[in-house]
T-cell receptor, first 114, second 110 residues
Framework: DADVTQTPRNRITKTGKRIMLECSQT?????MYWYRQDPGLGLRLIYY???????NKGEISDGYSVSRQAQAKFSLSLESAIPNQTALYFC?????????????FGPGTRLTVL | RKEVEQDPGPFNVPEGATVAFNCTYS??????FFWYRQDCRKEPKLLMS???SGNEDGRFTAQLNRASQYISLLIRDSKLSDSATYLC???????????FGSGTQLTVLP
């Protein structure tokens, strides 16, 4: 079984719709992250959370919100999706006990906003 | 200037070749350095950490030059299975984040 899972894996939606992407992990890690990946731009950090009560904006948080429902769950919401949010979204986890540097990624969610 | 810069490639090399990738980073306070590998449409996975003294893992050798703010990855005796995108990643503990380069694409040809 995968240690970091993301649902859905693919989603096509329309401009203005609210979308939630979910991430769950069984690694027991305290830190979780959301990234988006666009061709030629690499991975960019949207939000990160170091524990259930700690939520931080990343490089590109505008248009997104997150919720850390439990240590194992971190969801990303697009309140009103727009076409330039079309991208591949990755959730990742890391453990503060190991210095928090190595990150483990979920399989990704491919989101298309029409 | 991007915080982490890589030559995007693509690098097309024959099996058995030696290939080297370079990466530069802009923040001199960076403290942790990694190479990740990403297969097409898959998630990134850690290939190796990069230590100040340089380190080797089988056919892969990583080196760090702090003075020049430069990281390298050398792959010897390339295999078809090495075909992937290689991401240079830099961390700054005070920022509690990792910064990813946009990746270098490698194709190993039979």
């Amino acid at each position: 079984d995968a240690d970091v899972t993301q649902t859905p894996r693919n989603r096509i939606t329309k401009t203005g719709k609210r979308i939630m992407l979910e991430c769950s992990q069984t690694k027991g890690h305290d830190r979780m992250y959301w990234y988006r990946q666009d061709p030629g731009l690499g991975l960019r950090l949207i939000y990160y959370s170091f524990d259930v009560k700690d939520i931080n904006k990343g490089e590109i948080s505008d248009g997104y919100s997150v919720s850390r429902q439990a240590q194992a769950k971190f969801s990303l919401s697009l309140e009103s999706a727009i076409p330039n949010q079309t991208a591949l979204y990755f959730c990742a986890t890391s453990a503060s006990t190991s210095g928090g540097d190595e990150q483990f990624f979920g399989p990704g969610t491919r989101l298309t906003v029409l | 200037r991007k915080e982490v810069e890589q030559d995007p490639g693509p690098f097309n090399v024959p099996e058995g070749a030696t290939v080297a990738f370079n990466c530069t980073y802009s923040n001199s306070a960076s403290q942790s350095f990694f190479w990740y590998r990403q297969d097409c449409r898959k998630e990134p996975k850690l290939l190796m950490s990069v230590y100040s003294s340089g380190n080797e893992d089988g056919r892969f050798t990583a080196q760090l030059n702090r003075a020049s703010q430069y990281i390298s990855l050398l792959i010897r005796d390339s295999k078809l299975s090495d075909s992937a995108t290689y991401l240079c990643v830099v961390g700054l503990r005070t920022a509690r984040q990792l910064t990813f380069g946009s990746g270098t694409q490698l194709t190993v040809l039979p």
